[in-house]
């Protein structure tokens, strides 16, 4: 955990609230005049799902922990000290 924690009611009621604001800008980001807008997020979507699932899935190691994170500290501080 970072140096805040939320605490899981708190986190709880932060995404509900993020979830409803999104479909909210989604639904009016789709309504008259914006006729081209559904089926460009419909198309953007689509791409973005073919591009994780054939590139990206393999690739993405997810974030860093336990031993990467003091492998790469290590380098960064090296490469300071050599810098400076």
Do not use: K
């Not at 140096?3 to 995404?15: M, S």
């Not at 990206?56 to 501080?77: M, V």
């Amino acid at each position: 955990m970072g140096p805040w924690n939320l605490g899981i009611g708190r986190f709880r009621v932060v995404a509900v609230l993020c979830l409803a604001a999104m479909a909210l800008i989604f639904i009016v980001g789709v309504q008259a005049p914006n006729d081209y807008a559904l089926p460009i997020t419909v198309g953007f979507v689509v791409l973005a799902l073919v591009v994780w699932l054939a590139l990206e899935r393999r690739r993405f190691e997810g974030p860093p922990t336990g031993d990467l994170i003091a492998a790469r500290e290590a380098a960064i501080h090296r490469h300071t000290a050599r810098a400076s």
